[in-house]
């Protein structure tokens, strides 16, 4: 299997090696390398917690055993004869203990719970930059609501097992251990009775490990379904309203949700069994202790501190473990999200980083497409050996039919895909040879369907270009023929303009959109359909400010509306991904070709 190179995110987590069979613990270990040392500070604390957790019992028989023996006690026989110093010791080491306990509860809460967050802020940046440098192709294939799921519901799911989970095994391993062992030395007759049932307990919790994994699985796709489905309705809500489809999209709620209740369900009957089989099993191994170690203490074979000692300590090792069953759901939820966002960080990025570097001071903006072929994955090429020069500094127009090929052209140049075949070069080089983020840095984008973020009316037109002035970004909004509505907007450019812009109207938006892209001040700047939403007299606005638009820079406009571009230096006819005419207007029309019937049908008759 191809291995990629290890690289540190921005956080201290690793990325981890693509290895889909690996365990998800496993794979979260190795996440987590750069958290090493915190992890076993964490996990010394809630051993020694542990440890000091379980002295009290051992106290108590101590006390019991000078109640009953006196001078003859196990601490006298260590030196301390007198009963008031017996119990004087015996006060001095309880306060000691518990206040270690005390400590080391607060250092491993304050150390697990710290771990869970920085692992978590961390894996959610790496998921969410990781996501960020995937191909557009990706985000076609997947749902916004199923990504939000691993990037939120998923990390926040293992967050909750490293706050709580990870404490509560490390604690029950180290009640086994310690008082495993002290039976054994106190009496070994009685031991084996009360360490019987584990055996029983750990096959029990692998096989319900087992079979819990697949079915966690399943609940985490379906709350990814769910919110997928939320999330595509709450954006689409307008739409849903002027359908009058309310009805039948709760009807859709309604399913996706029963189907995630469906599947906790069938988690929960599984895991809900675990503690009372646990109980079953536990209580037989108390029970037993309880009576035997009674008959031994009364023939004397057990002294009365030691029998008091065995009974305390067999309910602190048994009955704790009634809790595995909670402790190994949440290990289980925890695995399952660890898998889905293990497998975002895998998702191998497509589109090749480049590595040549171009400053956008020293771009020209000469672009030449050589035979590009491109389709879009299980589809017919929708770009056919398509070859065209656009010289730098010069505005040229790409018109035809919807379905020419004509905005995928636009994702081709800023390579959010990937030719199969042919080149494409920006002043000679070969755009897959240029830094991915130099490359779209001299390229300003104008799109049809303008995407504002909810925030005021100036940041979104200084959105990539944050250290523009306030200056800079009124001096954009006049070009882009914005100043003027923006000026009459209840707080002017401190407006906040709504989700996806719409507060605003469409030809508003779109105007913001042109003095973003004027703002960033790029060498090549492409208009695609950048008056498709605008009245005649806001396209009318525009058309007067191209001059300064196009200004010393390479312009490509891709338009249905022919007389937005008829004073383009060249115009381009595509069809069937196919280059049909070019030439000026006036040319085109001479020519009685495609372009001359779109210009008589948005026209009428004249020539």
């Not at 940046?125 to 990781?130: E, K, P, R, V």
């Not at 999330?231 to 307008?238: A, F, K, P, R």
């Not at 995630?260 to 089989?277: E, G, K, T």
């Amino acid at each position: 299997m191809t291995q990629l190179k290890t690289n540190r995110q921005p956080g201290l987590g690793l990325r981890p090696q693509p290895q889909a069979k690996q365990h998800p613990w496993k794979r979260l270990l190795n996440y987590a390398r750069g958290y090493r040392q915190q992890i076993w500070l964490a996990a010394v604390c809630s051993v020694l917690n542990k440890i000091f957790d379980l002295a009290p019992p051992a106290l108590i028989g101590a006390a019991v055993d000078v109640v009953v023996q006196q001078q003859d006690s196990l601490i006298a026989r260590l030196g301390v004869v007198e009963v008031f110093d017996q119990f004087l010791l015996l006060s001095l080491l309880t306060f000691i203990v518990w206040l270690l306990e005390s400590v080391f509860q607060y250092a491993y809460a304050w150390l697990w719970r710290n771990l869970a967050q920085d692992i978590q802020h961390d894996l959610r940046l790496d998921a969410y930059s990781h996501l960020q440098n995937l191909e557009l192709a990706y985000f076609e294939s997947q749902s916004t609501g199923g990504l939000m799921s691993i990037l939120n519901d998923d990390i926040n799911q293992l967050e909750r097992f490293l706050d709580i989970g990870a404490n509560e095994l490390l604690q029950v391993s180290t009640t086994v251990v310690v008082i495993g062992g002290v039976f054994f030395v106190l009496a070994p007759s009685v031991a084996w009775m009360a360490m019987l049932p584990m055996p029983f307990i750990l096959w029990g919790s692998i096989v319900f490990q087992r079979r819990l994994a697949p079915r966690y699985m399943n609940v985490r796709e379906k709350v990814s379904l769910l919110n997928g489905r939320l999330s595509n309705n709450l954006s689409g809500i307008t739409t849903i309203k002027s359908f009058t489809a309310e009805a039948y999209e709760r009807s859709q709620i309604q399913r996706e949700s029963e189907a995630y209740r469906q599947s906790n369900r069938r988690a929960i009957a599984l895991s809900a069994a675990f503690v009372p089989l646990i109980r079953i099993v536990i209580l037989v191994g108390f029970t037993a202790t309880l009576f035997y170690g009674g008959l031994e203490a009364i023939a004397g074979t057990l002294s009365v501190g030691t029998y008091s000692v065995l009974v305390f300590l067999t309910q602190r090792l048994l009955w704790p473990l009634t809790r595995l069953g909670e402790t190994l759901d949440q290990y289980q939820r925890a695995m399952a999200s660890t898998t889905r966002v293990m497998n975002l960080l895998d998702t191998p990025i497509a589109i090749h980083p480049g590595d040549r570097p171009l400053p956008t001071e020293f771009v020209r903006g000469e672009l030449a497409l050589s035979n590009v072929t491109f389709a879009y994955p299980h589809r017919a090429p929708i770009i056919q050996e398509l070859s065209l020069h656009i010289p730098a500094g010069k505005t040229i127009a790409i018109v035809g039919p919807t379905g020419s090929g004509k905005s995928t052209l636009v994702k081709l140049l800023l390579r959010l895909y990937e030719i199969q075949a042919g080149t494409i070069t920006l002043d000679g080089i070969e755009l897959r040879q240029l830094k991915l983020k130099d490359l779209r840095a001299c390229i300003g984008l104008v799109s049809q369907d303008v995407f504002l973020f909810h925030g005021t009316v100036a940041e979104n037109i200084a959105y990539g270009s944050f250290s523009a002035t306030p200056e800079q970004v009124i001096a954009a909004a006049r070009i882009a023929e914005a100043d003027e509505f923006i000026q009459q907007l209840p707080q002017g450019y401190a407006t906040l303009v709504g989700e996806r812009g719409q507060l605003l109207s469409g030809g508003q938006r779109q105007r913001i959109a042109i003095a973003r892209a004027l703002l960033k001040n790029p060498p090549i700047l492409i208009l695609d359909e950048a008056t498709s939403a605008v009245d005649n007299e806001t396209e009318a606005a525009i058309q007067r400010s191209l001059e300064h638009i196009t200004a010393n820079r390479t312009t490509i406009a891709i338009a249905h509306r022919l007389s937005t571009v008829r004073n383009a230096d060249c115009i381009y006819v595509m069809e069937q991904g196919q280059l049909i005419e070019q030439g000026r207007h006036e040319d085109l029309l001479a020519q009685q070709g495609i372009y001359a019937n779109l210009w008589r049908v948005q026209t009428g008759l004249r020539a």
